[in-house]
């Protein structure tokens, strides 16, 4: 679920056209739908082992249980003046309610909804809801920081589980050694270590990795960091 109401985005990964985003998240919490209407299924692109996904077997894919289905719930393609006027004028109920059904309606084994960086209204809100955190921070000290304060906020309030990513680490450091330091920094398990690739900056939010780099080192630390998040879901 793309839970950045002022600053949509994830469509875009997905190529979703805009005619395909009449239902959202926005729609959902403003009573305009039922939260039930909005998902839209993207099927996986065939790749190297598309073979596997056609006979039902993992291969050497991502070890997930074929066919897996994957939903996108699209915040809104509105205009930015409505989203201003709009963002924090919603029933938080309503929310909570609407996660549970759509959780149970599609027996989903994982439910995830990607907010804003720091402790704006929308985070909060899914940060109270939510049954683990997934932080995802680059080595930026301003980042670790913020990171650390957001992990101390998911435990004030109570939130179960709390993990941390580190995204984009350059070349050349040791992933053990930037692994233990930021998790003694922000006092937190880091899960996974996504290395930065030329690749992933080519893209410009025009498609998913993953389909298109199968084989690329970045995919196979994504591949781990999904088992870690099932693994414990």
């Not at 993207?42 to 190297?48: A, E, H, R």
């Not at 066919?67 to 006027?85: K, M, Q």
């Not at 980042?143 to 101390?152: A, D, F, L, N």
Request: hydrophobic content about 35%; overall charge negative.
């Amino acid at each position: 679920i793309d839970g950045d109401i002022q600053g949509p985005c994830q469509h875009f990964l997905f190529n979703l056209p805009e005619e395909q985003t009449v239902c959202s998240l926005y729609d959902f919490l403003h009573g305009g739908s039922t939260l039930r209407e909005v998902p839209v299924y993207v099927p996986p692109k065939p790749g190297k082992n598309s073979e596997a996904q056609e006979s039902g077997t993992n291969g050497d894919s991502d070890g997930l249980p074929e066919p897996w289905y994957l939903y996108l719930v699209p915040s809104e393609t509105i205009t930015p003046s409505s989203r201003v006027r709009v963002a924090a004028s919603y029933d938080v109920g309503r929310l909570r309610q609407g996660l549970n059904d759509f959780a149970e309606r599609l027996a989903l084994d994982v439910l995830v909804v990607d907010t804003p960086a720091g402790l704006g209204a929308a985070t909060m809100t899914i940060l109270a809801l939510c049954d683990q955190l997934l932080a995802v921070l680059t080595l930026d000290r301003r980042e670790v920081h913020g990171s650390s304060i957001t992990v101390g906020v998911a435990r004030e309030l109570e939130v179960p589980k709390t993990k941390m990513v580190i995204n984009k680490a350059p070349r050349g450091y040791d992933p053990e050694t930037i692994g233990r330091q930021v998790a003694v920094s922000c006092g937190c398990e880091v899960v996974a270590i996504l290395p930065y690739a030329d690749e992933i900056a080519s893209l410009e939010s025009g498609g998913l990795f993953t389909q298109r780099y199968p084989d690329h080192p970045a995919t196979w630390s994504m591949h781990k960091l999904l088992h870690s998040i099932l693994a414990t879901a």
